[in-house]
């Protein structure tokens, strides 16, 4: 681990290429990495694991691969945390929600909990939003333990999945975020269904549906005998369906309580994951895994009451299921369009579909493995899979097939442990021949763990921020006053921190989205963006990040942009303001004659 | 004589009881504590280590014991009572300082009487409830 970080403290943002950070962390970080996963499964293969030493090494892995990027820079990455920082400072400054600025506002949980936090302990929520992947990813494994250890008892098959998942996380949505503390949030509630609300044994729908139709029956005709019972008389009515003592009928009330309240704060708190989980619960409950058939209803009114009420003034014009079934539209967004760029970028993009995949060839594998072990990984399955249902309902902003991959993978880290553990365990397994399938997995989890640092960190060219970005933004705050339109080169831009509504923020990379449009196109919807301001005057940002992006998605001509500078900088209503090495900052004044 | 109390685990033993017992009465002092040192005019060098207690844990930990029957035999349901603690006390706060934002009433001062609040009613009745040792030798 430390050999980890010394290599990353080592890193520069101006060295990083094309294909991100993992070409750049140099040979000590590697030789470390591979030192941690050896010593973990050299430590998982003994008799009795040592539950101290498997937590440090997570702990190690946690710290090497999600800490790398705060390590080198000590910036947060990513425009979003920027501006979920701001949400909060204009929380703690207005003391109050105002639903129609956006839609964070219409789900402010987070934000309002990080509010009190940060205010309450005095530390600053740079350093909190900073360090936000690997306290988050922390967290989540110990959730995902809960979770699993609900799904087996067997020690090392709950320690392989965390450190499966650990390995695997590519997807980078644990920066300072709602979406990272409802994913907690949805672990959680799993965890607490599986163990309080948990039908033992399962009843399936169709069941519950005959024995429904069967009390009906015995109420047309109250002659008959009210149970129907075997030749030995006992009754034929599964075990959750029939009475039950009141020591389980209050656990499961407790439990219903806890679920509903975690899944009210996870609804005030995002708008995505409650959708996710309605789906798991419903699995749960259309496979019989759930003592429970109604908890789907209670989720779904909760859900529609914050939709009706706090949410409505967001959702007036954005419908929940905007692209619902428009199955060309999201696999466009999800995929099409999202795979462009240089060719290093390409590659990395590549590698996130291998990983992924990888990662689900090894569930299949497991599944199948513990299937014919007697295995019946139901919940699993059905907890693995149920997310998938999301992607037809909406694009998410091209980010749907991420969020769903994110939420199968627990399910899918706990079956692809069992393809990386010898079929009948490791105890039975002949001495001899443990350091080689100890040697197999270490050699698998080590490949699809680097593979997936390459994938996470593959946009950390553009959107791993130097001091000079910092500085950019900071001098554009500088320069602005109330009521103007501050304009970015692109995604992302460390911005929105402060005055989150006194300004309208744009980028050239949405306003000239149209590929046919020329500089002076684009100039002329930027000309059109400042006249429609309050104060008809409008900053121009091009920093280092902005320019790299543009050219490593191709989502924007670098000429285009390069043209409406020329225009900015020499045309009688722009001029140029301020300049560095790493940024442009240009003023454009529009008459309102 | 010991006495076992009815709890959400079912009938404890008087180990048990009296652990349980210790563990509302660390709650709640802890919570005195924590609110004390954060609400104190000057800031304290405990404030980082207060205020996360008091918002990511005190308040769940409270709730959990309410909520969530356990066999204290059991690691995985430790485990579990430990993180839904965790998620319970975020919840918490979510709650009480969403609640104060609508209400147009925020500060995080308020917050933190409110996460007290909530620890102490959630531990209270407990503790009054259980026999304390020297009314036990009474």
Not at chain 1, 230 to 241: C, H, L, Q
């Amino acid at each position: 681990m430390i050999m980890c970080i010394h290599a990353a403290r080592e890193l520069s943002v101006a060295r990083i290429g094309d294909a991100g950070l993992a070409t750049e962390l140099g040979r000590s970080y590697w030789v470390g990495f591979c030192m941690i996963q050896y010593t973990f499964f050299a430590a998982i293969i003994t008799r009795r694991p040592p539950s101290l030493l498997l937590a440090l090494l997570t702990a190690g892995l946690l710290i090497s691969v999600y800490g790398a990027a705060s390590f080198a820079v000590q910036i947060p990455r990513g425009e979003v945390t920027w501006r979920h920082l701001g949400i909060i400072d204009h929380l703690i400054h207005a003391g109050s929600i105002d639903a129609t600025i956006d839609a964070y506002f219409g789900w402010p949980g987070f934000f309002a909990a990080f509010a009190a936090f940060g205010e309450a302990t005095g530390i600053s929520l740079i350093h909190v939003a900073l360090w936000a992947p690997v306290w988050n990813n922390a967290l989540w494994l110990l959730g995902l333990a809960a979770l699993v250890s609900q799904l087996t008892p067997n020690r090392r098959h709950i320690w392989l999945t965390v450190w499966i998942f650990a390995s695997v996380n590519w997807i980078d949505q644990d920066y300072f975020s709602p979406q990272a503390f409802a994913f907690l949030l949805y672990l959680i509630i799993l965890a607490v269904m599986l163990r309080l609300l948990r039908a033992d044994p399962p009843v399936t729908v169709l069941h519950r549906l005959r024995l429904a139709r069967a009390r009906m029956r015995r109420q047309d005709a109250p002659a008959e005998a009210t149970t129907r019972t075997d030749a030995s008389g006992r009754s034929k009515e599964p075990a959750a369906v029939a009475a039950k003592p009141d020591a389980s009928r209050s656990a499961r009330a407790r439990g219903l309580i806890l679920v509903a309240a975690l899944a009210a704060v996870m609804i005030a708190s995002h708008q995505l994951t409650p959708f996710a989980l309605l789906l798991a619960v419903g699995a749960l409950v259309l496979v019989g895994r759930s003592a429970t058939p109604r908890l789907p209803l209670v989720l779904l009114l909760i859900l529609a009451a914050w939709l009706i009420l706090p949410a409505s003034a967001y959702l007036d014009g954005h419908p929940v299921a905007a692209n619902a079934g428009d199955l060309a539209a999201v696999a466009d967004k999800n995929l099409t369009s999202r795979i462009s760029g240089s060719p290093e970028r390409l590659l990395v993009l590549r590698l996130r579909m291998i990983v992924t995949a990888a990662v689900w060839l090894l569930a299949a594998v497991g599944l199948l493995r513990r299937w014919r072990a007697g295995h019946r990984d139901v919940s699993c399955v059905a907890l693995a899979v149920a997310p998938f249902v999301l992607l037809p309902m909406q694009s998410y902003g091209g980010e749907m097939l991420l969020r769903v991959t994110l939420y199968s993978l627990p399910f899918m880290a706990f079956l692809a442990a069992a393809a990386l553990s010898p079929p009948h365990g490791w105890d039975i397994l002949h001495r001899a021949h443990r350091p080689i399938a100890a040697a197999l997995a270490t050699g698998l989890c080590l490949v699809l763990g680097a593979a997936s640092v390459g994938a996470r960190y593959g946009n950390a060219r553009f959107d791993m921020f130097t001091r000079g970005d910092i500085a950019a933004v900071q001098a554009l705050y500088d320069q602005a006053r109330p009521g103007d339109v501050l304009i970015a080169g692109s995604h992302p831009t460390p911005w929105r921190y402060r005055d989150y509504d006194a300004h309208r923020y744009l980028t050239l990379q949405d306003l000239c989205r149209d590929p046919t449009l020329t500089a002076q196109g684009c100039f002329h919807l930027v000309h059109e963006a400042v006249r429609r301001s309050p104060s008809g005057r409008g900053l121009v940002l091009v920093n280092r990040a902005n320019r790299e992006a543009i050219r490593m998605q191709s989502m924007l001509s670098p000429d285009v942009v390069a043209g409406v500078e020329a225009r900015l900088g020499t045309g009688p209503d722009g001029r140029l303001m301020l300049q560095d090495a790493d940024f442009q900052l240009y003023e454009l004044r529009v008459g309102r004659s | 004589m010991s006495q076992a109390q009815p709890s959400a685990a079912g009938s404890l033993s008087g180990g048990d009881a009296e652990r349980a017992l210790l563990t509302g009465v660390a709650l709640l002092g802890a919570t005195a504590v924590c609110t004390a040192v954060l609400l104190l005019p000057d800031r304290q060098p405990l404030q980082a280590v207060a205020g996360l207690a008091l918002t990511a844990y005190l308040p769940g930990a409270a709730l959990a014991r309410r909520l969530l029957p356990t066999e204290p035999s059991r690691a995985s349901d430790q485990l579990l009572r430990a993180v839904v603690a965790v998620g319970l006390s975020l919840g918490t706060t979510v709650a009480a300082s969403l609640g104060l934002l609508y209400m147009e009433q925020w500060s995080w001062q308020r917050t933190v009487l409110l996460l007290a609040a909530v620890t102490a009613v959630a531990t209270l009745p407990d503790v009054l409830r259980r026999r304390w040792p020297w009314r036990r030798s009474a």
